[in-house]
């Protein structure tokens, strides 16, 4: 039997997000991001549910703050709390709400409570999703706000904060976005409170990257930034998915090395048809690849999120 505030470790069930329309990423990557949000010592597994997308742990943390942590993360889609004791007959209530059920279910001679911890909030994701953002564009010399501009070149706000979670970045980095576009990595950026600048080819993307980045923007090519060596922590970026960009996304790669300090950090957000020759440019390097997750960002397209060290 437990008994939470006693032991000090509570028990939690995790609902990762299920994947809609071939969108999504598989239980295993769910979990990593969840683990670098968590902490692997931290967390004790009780039961996985891959093909449900969901697992039962254990955690020192109480419920304010998972809920919390919760927040930052992509790919969780909610957190409920469990808490069992003996049961003694009285009658027991409860009920779905989407995925879970709350209240008190009978376990053999126990009971449990289920209370919703965290759920994600659909509406702000909506909200902040490439086909609805807002952005300054500039026009014929003129700027104007526009909505869903370029939307299927946006990242989502999903694979934001899961890209930023997996860089697994200690908060006090200065970072770059070389292929900033509509700025969905350098607002995650901005929202966890880091330095970020921004630089981008496309001259009509200005306004809105300022406004997004503080004025930390520059229009350059990313195969020749207008930066010091070694000036940034780390790199957090999408190049152009487009066949069409390839050479100029790998002519780059060197750039992005010249421009990041030691130690730190490149993380890509990469077609898959990119992956081994970037691989192979950054093993060159002598950067070491510390994570590869496969992510699908519309039916067809496969993409990797992939982290090196120096
Ligand atoms: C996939 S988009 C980036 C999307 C961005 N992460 C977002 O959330 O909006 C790639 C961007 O790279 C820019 N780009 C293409 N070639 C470039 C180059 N050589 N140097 C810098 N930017 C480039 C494109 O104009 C485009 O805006």
Known sequence: ?????????????????????????????????????????????????????????????????????????????????????????????????????????????????????????????????????????????????????????????????????????????VILDPFAGLGGLVIECVERGFKVHATEIDKSLRPGLADFSDNQLAIADARKLPFRDKTFDSIITEPPFDIKYRQDVLDSISELQRVVKSPGKIVLFIAADMHDQILEKMKYANFQLDADFKIRRHSKLMSHVLVWSI
């Open 1 to 173: 039997m437990e008994n939470p505030d006693y032991k000090n470790v509570y028990r939690y069930q995790v609902f990762f997000r299920t994947k809609k329309g071939g969108c999504g990423i598989e239980y295993e990557t769910a979990k990593a991001e969840f683990l670098s949000v968590f902490g692997e010592n931290d967390t004790e597994f009780i039961w996985e549910y891959p093909g449900r997308m969901r697992m039962d742990i254990k955690i020192k943390y109480p419920p304010e703050i998972v809920r919390k942590k919760a927040e930052k993360l992509g790919y969780t889609m909610g957190i409920t709390r469990v808490y069992e004791e003996p049961y003694r007959g009285a009658a027991l209530y409860s009920y779905r709400t989407g995925r879970w059920a709350l209240g008190w279910i009978r376990k053999g001679d126990n009971k449990i409570l289920l209370t919703e911890v965290y759920r994600q909030d659909e509406d702000k994701i909506l909200e902040n999703a490439p086909d609805r953002r807002t952005f300054l564009l500039e026009q014929d010399g003129s700027v104007s706000e526009v909505k869903g501009h370029r939307k299927r070149r946006g990242v989502s706000p999903n694979d934001a904060k899961f890209i930023l979670n997996i860089a697994r970045l200690q908060g006090k980095e």
